[in-house]
């Protein structure tokens, strides 16, 4: 099934969509940095790329649609980012951080006992939770087929992505 | 033995067949009137047409012979292995002829056909059709060639006639379509009586009586023939203890069937808990061939790092990627983006013809101005991707 969206040639594959979007969010972001290159600040560089990046990742999680776990948590975070960052740490202080980092160990210490009756590569697994959007609330199983379905689409823009910088680079 | 090697061989064209054949089994049609030998041998080999004979002679009667001069030829991708007098090795040449007879619209199958699953053998491929014509019901892994031995003895079942007429050919109703025939022949292999093959043909829901019969049966045959076969023996389990999660009922396909090992635990938990990691196994197998350069780790744990360096390095060439990309939006131009997107889909990832835009001097000078003071932040990505980066040293050095 995921084959004919892999194909190039297809007009509705997965490389063919995700490059419609990307290149319109390429656009838009373009538009409301109206300033020149030269006037630009290393900041507000940074600032473009990571809206670039973040583009990106959105753009590919739209491509996908949200048949996937991790393209919907890719956009749940999109959407969300901004009301998370500001709920998290908006107006934390210091003893609510505290908290929260109790709260994080005593959750990591019966994720342990979880993993010990589990299998026992679920350990390693934690890093790749982590590395895969989405990945926090997954078995296993479902993990490394979330995984294998990130990297087929994780090298498809990589793909796109170079494409348009070799395209407009020259 | 022949089994064995057999065996290996298929192992590879199971894992795609054995969920098609799970989905059409031959829950009644099991029989057994071939004789034991010479099923479980022949069957043994499911992706190979030519088997070499193996004592085969009881099992070709003269009822196969009528058979094969139903079929037409034409039909049967082997069809070269059949032929009248011989059925080296023959059991698929009979599968074969089955599914001729089954698209000709012959009458003796149509009698034969059992439960709508075997619709699918004419569809199918021949080691679909095997796997499931003569799968025990309940057979996830009809790689397991244990499964045909089992249903190779139970494939003249003169109960078969009870199937409902279908589609699909199972050389099973043909069998047991030619057997009642031929029962009078003294050639007849079939050591079973007619009467319990009967019973096999009957429901899946009366099959976990009959089938521990036959199970038991086979586990005699197989411990004499085969004994060193192992996927044999996957076919013969304890069945006694076994019963909840064991596939005696629900021929429906929702479920994963699955059978026990011999000498393995066959309570719900440890069945459930194989299942488990047969499908972490596959999926790690998939993995394996995304990532590059993984064909030979064996292990998990060295695989789970492997995976996850990759996904890093991914991720950090899209972050490398966008950077660049953000120095070159200035340049970017709606009318050029047509002509790109084109260009995106027809091309991997090489280098475009286009022409160049005048404006992106800028941006490049700038690109490089900005890159090189973050050009030593950036990870090196050299065992999977470094031609982009390398392609930025090379810019910087100018």
């Not at chain 2, 199972?170 to 025939?181: F, K, L, T, V, Y």
Request: with cysteine.
């Amino acid at each position: 099934m995921k084959n004919p969206q892999r194909s190039p040639t297809n007009p509705g594959s997965l490389r063919s969509r995700f490059t419609q979007v990307f290149l319109q969010s390429l656009l838009r972001i373009r538009k409301h940095n109206p300033t020149s290159s030269s006037s630009s600040s290393h900041g507000e560089f940074l600032k473009r790329c990571r809206r670039v990046k973040v583009a990106a990742y959105v753009s590919m999680a739209r491509a996908v649609g949200t048949r996937r776990a991790w393209s919907r948590a890719t956009l749940w975070r999109a959407r969300n980012g901004e009301r998370q960052r500001n709920l998290l740490y908006g107006r934390c202080s210091k003893s609510n951080s505290r908290e929260r980092s109790l709260g994080k160990r005593k959750r990591k210490k019966k994720k342990k006992k979880k993993r010990d009756n589990e299998e026992h590569s679920f350990g390693h697994a934690k890093k790749l939770q982590k590395l895969v959007p989405g990945g926090e609330a997954m078995d296993f199983c479902c993990l490394l087929d979330e995984t294998a379905h990130y990297i087929k689409c994780l090298i498809t823009q990589v793909k796109v992505m170079r494409s348009i910088a070799d395209f407009y680079s020259l | 033995m022949n089994n064995s090697g057999g065996s290996g061989g298929d192992d590879m064209g199971f894992p795609d067949g054995g969920n098609s054949a799970a989905n059409c089994p031959s829950s009644g049609m099991i029989a057994n009137s071939i004789s034991e030998e010479v099923p479980m041998m022949a069957m043994s080999s499911m992706s190979t047409l030519e088997r070499p004979p193996i004592s085969v002679d009881p099992f070709f009667t003269s009822g196969w012979d009528t058979l094969a001069s139903l079929s037409h030829n034409e039909n049967y991708g082997s069809s070269s292995l059949v032929s009248h007098g011989n059925f080296v090795g023959s059991s698929y040449p009979v599968l074969m002829d089955n599914q001729g007879f089954g698209r000709n619209g012959s009458t003796q199958l149509a009698q034969c056909l059992s439960d709508p699953r075997l619709q699918y053998i004419g569809s199918g491929s021949i080691s679909e059709m095997v796997g499931g014509s003569f799968g025990l019901p309940e057979l996830n892994h009809l790689a397991n060639h244990g499964s045909l031995p089992n249903s190779a003895s139970n494939i003249n079942s003169s109960g078969c006639e009870r199937n409902s007429e279908k589609g699909a050919q199972s050389c099973e109703c043909q069998n047991s379509g030619e057997e009642p025939d031929g029962s009078s022949a003294g050639d007849r292999r079939r050591k079973r009586s007619p009467d319990p093959s009967s019973q096999y043909c009957s429901n899946k829901n009366n099959e976990g009586d009959n089938s521990d019969v036959l199970r038991l049966q086979n586990e005699k045959k197989q411990k004499i023939e085969q004994p060193e076969s192992a996927d044999f023996s996957k076919h013969n389990t304890k069945q006694s203890k076994d019963d909840s999660s064991n596939d005696g009922e629900a021929p429906k396909e929702n479920y994963i069937h699955m059978r026990a090992r011999r000498g393995q635990a066959t309570n719900s938990h440890s069945l459930a808990e194989r299942v488990r990691r047969e499908k972490i196994s596959e999926r790690m197998r998939m993995l394996q061939e995304l990532v590059p350069g993984c064909n030979k780790i064996t292990g998990k744990a060295v695989m789970l790092d492997e995976i996850i360096n990759y996904v890093q390095s991914l991720q950090q060439q899209v972050e490398f990627l966008s950077m660049k990309l953000s120095t070159l939006i200035p340049g970017m131009s709606i009318d050029l983006e047509k002509a790109l997107s084109k260009e995106a889909h027809s091309r991997g990832g090489g280098a475009t013809n286009l022409a160049l835009n005048p404006g992106m001097g800028l941006p490049h000078l700038y690109a490089q101005g900005v890159l090189k003071g973050t050009l030593p932040i950036m990870p090196s990505t050299d065992q999977y991707r470094p031609l982009s980066f390398t392609g930025w040293r090379a810019s910087s050095s100018l």
